[in-house]
C-alpha cells in the first residue's frame, strides 16, 4: 500500500522546490543498556524524499521501534543518517557529499570527539558509544543504498580519503569502514541507467546523464569488492537486495527487478510499493521493509560477535623418557605453574566472563596439586591435538589467549650470516627431542584470529638439547599476533619476590596490570605497563615482546578488565571479594558494590553504588572485605555483586617476614631473639610492620645468609647487591643484635619509603589512565640520537651526558604547581626542577621545556657492566589548585649515602615524607586535584 502522508509532502516537489530540511548528521534510534552488549553498529540511509514518519528516518517518536529493536537486535546500536537535499540533490557531486558526510561522521563518532543528537534532541556523547574496532551494517533506501555503494567507492578510489587508510599514524574512518563494514541491506535501490532514470521518474527529480555515468562507476567497483569475498573473506561483505513489487499507488511507477538486484547478493521481493517498505505500522500493519531488515540483522549479529578462547598449559613436573638428550640438563620440579594457570583461569571467567567451554587446560602437576579437574596432560602430541581443534573450531576474528608457564628459552641464532632468528621454545612434559616452537604455533591459530601469547618461562639449568630436525622462525615477520615472553635466566624459582607463595613473577605482573588499569588504557599501554612491573621486580628476568602491541587481547575485551566479584553470605559481617595478590588487591583499598551486570566501563555514578567496603586482609586469590555504608539496594542475601576499585591508601604500612636461619647454630640469632628486639623498635617503625603470616604478600624479607649476616630481600631483588656493595654487613649473631636491628630497621625504612614515593599516584586515579592536568613528553635531539628509535617498550634508552628535552604541558584552564623528580637505581629521590624551595606555577594551558642530562653513578657501572639494567623514573607531580608545600620534603639520598646516617637511631626525614603524604591526602578529599606521571629512563655507560 501506498504512504499518503509522503505523497502530500514530497512527491509533488520537483528538484529547486524547497522542503522542511532533514536533521543532518546521526540521530540514535535505539542503543543497548551496557556499552559492552553492543556488538555492531548499524546505521540507515533513507532515500531523498522519505517522509519524516518512515522508520528508517524516524525523528518523531520512534516508542514502537525501539520496542521492535530491542527485541530483535538487542546487542546492535542503530543510528539514521540524516543529509539534506539540495539542487540537483541526485547529481553525482551531491551523491559524493553524503558518503563522504557519512564517513566523517562514523570517523569523528569513533574517534570519541563528537556530540550527537538523539531522537528527541538531547545533546550526547558519542566518544563511549563509538567504540573503534565495532562492525558495521549499512541498510540503505533507494538513494541512500546508492549512497551506501559510493560510501565504498570512496573509501576505495578518492585520493584524499585512501591517505587516510594508508597511514600508519591514525586510520580514519575509510579505513575502519573498509575493514569493519560487514553486511549491507539495499531496499529498492537503483542501479544503472533505466533504473536511476525510473527512480528519478517516481521521485519526481532529475538526474542528468553524467551523474548516471558517476553513479554506474561507482556501482561497478561496488559490485566488483562484493566478488572477491572468496579471496578476501576477512572483509567479507555480505549485500541483501530487495525490490518492491507493487507499482506507487498515485503514478503506478516502480522500479524493475532488473535493476534492484546485484550479482553475488541475495535477493528479495517484498509486497509493497517503494515508499510503502518503509511506512510506519501505523500505515502499514505489515512494514514489509522492516519485517526483511529485522529478519536479517539478527542472524549477521550472531556471526559478528567474536568468540573468545584460551588455552592454559601449565608444567610442574616433567616425565622425560629419553634420559640420553638430557645428562646434562635438569628438569627439577616446580611449585608456581599450575598457580599460574589456575590465577589466570579465575580472571578469565570471573572477570573477562569467558565462558568455560572455551577455555582448554593441560596440567602437569606435582603430587597432591591444587585443581587438576577437566584438565589434560601437556605431552607435545596432546598439545598439538588441542591446537589443531582449536583452530577448526574458530572463525576469522575470534579472540585466542595462549599462556604457557614451564620450561623454556628463546632461540637468537644468525642464518646465512645475516638474518637474526628469534623465537620462543617451549618444553612440552614428556619431552623427547620435540619442542613446541611459537612460530609454528602463530601458524596454527594465527588464520584472522586476534592471537596473544604469554610465556612465563624458566630455562633449565645445564645444556638444553638441540631438538629433532626443528627449524625456528622468524617471529618479527608475522603479523596478527602480540607474544609476551620472560625468561628467568638464573636457577630459581620463576616467582615474585615479594610472595611465597611460588607464582609465575610474567602471570603475576599481567594479572596485577590487568586488575588495576583503567579500561581506556589501550593494550599498548597495558603491555609497557607488565613490562615495566616485570623489570622493577626482577633484574634476572630476560623480557621479550614481539609482534603486533595492538593485537593484545585487552584490546578487544576492555570493558571489565578491571572488575572484581564480591560474595554476599547471610549472616556474615565479612564479605569475600575476588581477587587477592595477582589482582592487584591492597588492604585498606575502598571499593564500590554495583549490580553483577553494571558495565563497569563507564562512568559510576553515586547512584549506582549499592555499598561501599574496605579490604582488611588480603590473601592470594580472594580478599576479605568489610561494608561500611550500603544502600536500601543491597541485599545481604546470599549473593554476588561487581565490585569496581574507588580508593586506594595514599599511606601505607609494608611488611616484613624474618626466616629463621636453617640449621641453627647457638650463637646465631633465633626468631624468639629477632621478634623480642623488633618489638622493642616500634617507635622506629613508620612504614614497616611484622608479618608471620606466610599466606600474606610482603613487599620485603629478612632472611640469614652463610655468612651469618641479616641480608634484605626486597620487591626488585637488587637491594642486596648493592647493600653488599655500599653498606657494611649487619651481623647475625646474639651479641651484636642490640645494634644490628635498628640498623636493619633503617635500611628497610629507607626502602620503604623510597618504594611509596615511587608508586605514589592519585588514590581515586587508576594506572595507566591518561592524564588530566599535565602531560608530559621526553626527546632526545635528533642531534644528539645515538640510535634511531630511542624507546623501547615505553622506556627512553639514553646514553650518559645524552641531552633529553621534556615538555610540560598544562592540560587544564586554570594555573597548576608541578615539580620533576628523580627516583634513583641506588634507591634514592631528589627533586629535579625547579630548584627552589617552590613549585614551578603553570599557566592555563601553558607549555614550559626543559633540558637535562643523567649521569650514572660509578658504583653503578659496575653493575650495569654485569648486565643490570639502570632503570630511573622521572615523576612529575602536578595540582591543581597549587601546592604550597615543599617539594624538597620528598627527596632523600640514595643507598650509597645511607652509611652516613646509619648511626642515628632513627630514619632521617621520614616523618617529613609523611607528614606531606597526609597534607596531600588531606587536600584531595578537600577539592584539590593531584595526579602523578612517569617517564622511565635506562641508561647506558
Not at 557 to 565: G, K, P, Q, Y
Not at 640 to 664: C, D, E, M, N
Not at 891 to 913: A, I, L, Q, T
Amino acid at each position: 500500500m501506498g504512504n499518503p502522508d509522503r505523497n502530500r509532502q514530497s512527491i509533488g516537489e520537483s528538484a529547486g522546490q524547497s522542503r522542511e530540511p532533514r536533521q543532518e548528521g546521526f540521530v540514535e534510534l535505539y542503543a543497548p543498556a551496557r556499552t559492552q552488549d553492543c556488538l555492531a553498529d548499524i546505521i540507515f540511509v533513507p532515500d531523498l524524499n522519505e517522509p519524516e514518519t518512515a522508520w528508517i528516518v524516524s525523528q518523531t517518536d520512534n516508542t514502537w521501534l525501539k520496542e521492535r529493536l530491542q527485541n530483535k537486535v538487542p546487542s546492535g546500536r542503530v543510528v539514521a543518517f540524516g543529509y539534506s537535499a539540495t539542487v540537483d540533490p541526485a547529481s553525482s557531486d551531491n551523491i559524493k557529499t553524503y558518503a563522504e558526510k557519512l564517513l566523517r561522521e562514523v570517523d569523528n563518532n569513533r574517534g570519541g570527539d563528537f556530540v550527537g543528537r538523539s531522537s528527541k534532541n538531547i545533546v550526547v556523547s558519542w566518544g563511549s558509544l563509538y567504540q573503534e574496532n565495532r562492525p558495521i551494517i549499512l541498510v540503505g533506501h533507494g538513494l541512500g543504498g546508492v549512497v551506501c555503494e559510493k560510501v565504498r567507492d570512496v573509501m576505495t578510489y578518492t585520493g584524499a580519503l585512501q591517505a587516510i587508510v594508508m597511514s600508519g599514524e591514525r586510520e580514519g574512518s575509510a579505513g575502519r569502514l573498509l575493514t569493519l563494514t560487514r553486511g549491507i541491506i539495499l531496499l529498492n535501490t537503483p542501479h544503472y541507467y533505466p533504473g536511476l532514470k525510473q527512480w528519478a521518474a517516481m521521485n519526481q527529480t532529475n538526474i542528468d546523464n553524467k551523474s548516471i555515468e558517476d553513479v554506474q562507476k561507482a556501482q561497478d567497483n561496488f559490485i566488483v569488492m562484493t566478488g572477491k569475498r572468496g579471496e578476501e573473506a576477512e572483509k567479507e561483505i555480505r549485500v541483501v537486495c530487495c525490490f518492491a513489487r507493487n507499482p506507487e499507488p498515485q503514478s503506478q511507477l516502480r522500479l524493475s527487478p532488473i535493476w534492484a538486484i546485484l550479482p553475488h547478493s541475495t535477493t528479495i521481493a517484498i509486497c509493497s510499493d517503494h515508499f510503502g517498505m518503509t511506512s510506519k505500522p501505523a500505515d502499514n500493519p505489515e512494514s514489509p521493509g522492516l519485517q526483511v531488515v529485522l529478519e536479517w540483522l539478527p542472524r549477521w549479529l550472531d556471526n559478528l560477535i567474536p568468540k573468545q578462547w584460551a588455552v592454559l598449559i601449565g608444567i610442574d613436573c616433567y616425565q622425560l623418557p629419553k634420559q640420553s638428550l638430557i645428562d646434562k640438563t635438569t628438569f627439577e620440579p616446580m611449585h608456581g605453574c599450575i598457580n599460574d594457570v589456575l590465577a589466570v583461569e579465575q580472571y578469565l571467567l570471573n572477570t573477562l566472563q569467558i565462558p568455560e567451554g572455551s577455555i582448554v587446560k593441560l596440567l602437569a602437576p606435582n603430587p597432591s596439586p591444587n585443581d587438576t579437574r577437566n584438565s589434560l596432560t601437556p605431552t607435545f602430541d596432546n598439545i598439538n591435538k588441542e591446537l589443531e581443534t582449536l583452530a577448526k573450531r574458530c572463525r576469522k576474528g575470534d579472540i585466542v589467549y595462549f599462556h604457557f608457564s614451564g620450561y623454556g628459552g628463546m632461540d637468537s641464532r644468525s642464518t646465512d650470516g645475516h638474518t637474526n632468528v628469534n623465537d620462543f621454545f617451549l618444553v612440552p612434559s614428556d619431552f623427547s627431542g620435540n619442542y613446541l616452537w611459537v612460530a609454528h604455533i602463530i601458524d596454527m591459530l594465527n588464520a584472522g584470529l586476534a592471537l596473544t601469547a604469554v610465556l612465563d618461562l624458566r630455562r633449565p639449568s645445564g645444556n638444553m638439547p638441540p631438538g629433532d630436525d626443528q627449524t625456528p622462525r622468524q617471529l618479527d615477520n608475522k603479523q596478527g599476533f602480540v607474544v609476551l615472553g620472560a625468561l628467568v635466566q638464573r636457577e630459581l624459582t620463576a616467582e615474585p619476590p615479594s610472595t611465597n607463595s611460588n607464582y609465575g613473577l610474567l602471570t603475576y605482573c599481567l594479572l596485577h596490570t590487568l586488575c588495576n588499569s583503567s579500561t581506556s588504557a589501550y593494550s599498548e599501554t597495558i603491555c609497557d605497563a607488565v613490562c615495566h612491573k616485570v623489570r622493577d621486580s626482577s633484574c634476572d628476568k630476560t623480557l621479550k615482546l614481539v609482534g603486533d602491541r595492538n593485537c593484545f587481547f585487552v584490546n578487544k575485551i576492555r570493558s571489565r578488565i578491571h572488575a572484581l566479584s564480591v560474595e554476599i553470605k547471610p549472616d556474615n559481617p565479612s564479605v569475600c571479594l575476588l581477587g587477592g595478590i595477582l589482582s592487584g588487591v591492597e588492604k585498606n583499598s575502598e571499593y564500590a558494590i554495583l549490580q553483577k551486570n553494571f558495565d563497569p566501563s563507564k562512568q559510576i555514578q553515586r547512584s549506582d553504588i549499592l555499598g561501599e567496603m574496605r579490604v582488611s586482609k588480603v590473601r592470594i586469590r580472594d580478599s576479605v572485605a568489610s561494608i561500611y555504608w550500603t544502600s536500601n539496594s543491597l541485599s545481604m542475601r546470599d549473593q554476588r555483586y561487581l565490585a569496581v576499585l574507588q580508593r586506594r591508601p595514599t599511606i601505607k604500612k609494608f611488611g616484613v617476614r624474618f626466616i629463621a636461619h636453617l640449621p641453627a647454630a647457638d650463637d646465631v640469632v633465633t626468631d624468639n631473639d629477632f621478634m623480642k628486639r623488633w618489638d622493642q623498635l616500634r617507635e622506629n617503625q613508620t612504614w614497616l610492620y611484622m608479618e608471620p603470616n606466610s599466606d600474606v604478600d610482603v613487599p620485603f624479607r629478612v632472611r640469614i645468609n652463610e655468612q651469618c649476616n641479616f641480608e634484605i630481600q626486597d620487591w626488585t631483588g637488587t637491594f642486596a647487591k648493592l647493600e653488599g656493595q655500599y653498606l657494611k654487613p649487619l651481623s647475625a649473631k646474639k651479641e651484636t643484635l642490640r645494634e644490628s636491628i635498628p640498623k636493619l630497621i633503617l635500611r628497610l625504612e629507607h626502602l620503604a619509603k623510597f618504594k611509596v614515593i615511587k608508586e605514589l599516584r592519585n588514590p581515586g586515579v587508576r594506572p595507566n589512565t591518561p592524564p588530566t592536568l599535565i602531560s608530559v613528553k621526553a626527546v632526545i635531539p635528533s642531534q644528539h640520537q645515538s640510535r634511531k628509535d630511542p624507546w623501547r617498550e615505553g622506556i627512553l634508552v639514553l646514553k650518559e651526558k645524552e641531552q633529553v628535552e621534556f615538555s610540560f604541558h598544562n592540560l587544564t584552564n586554570q594555573s597548576l604547581s608541578f615539580a620533576l623528580l628523580i627516583c634513583n637505581s641506588r634507591f634514592g629521590v631528589q627533586v629535579v626542577f625547579p630548584r627552589g624551595e617552590q613549585y614551578m606555577i603553570l599557566g592555563p594551558h601553558k607549555i614550559m621545556p626543559l633540558t637535562s642530562s643523567l649521569l650514572m653513578a660509578p658504583g653503578m657501572r659496575k653493575a650495569s657492566a654485569a648486565g643490570v639494567p639502570i632503570v630511573s623514573t622521572f615523576k612529575v607531580l602536578a595540582c591543581v589548585p597549587p601546592l604550597t608545600e615543599r617539594p624538597q620534603l620528598l627527596s632523600f639520598e640514595g643507598v650509597d649515602k645511607m652509611r652516613e646516617n646509619e648511626g642515628s637511631s632513627s630514619p632521617s626525614s621520614v616523618d617529613d615524607v609523611r607528614r606531606f603524604l597526609k597534607d596531600l591526602d588531606a587536600s584531595y578529599r578537600k577539592g584539590f586535584n593531584w595526579e602523578t606521571v612517569d617517564i622511565r629512563v635506562e641508561i647506558l655507560p
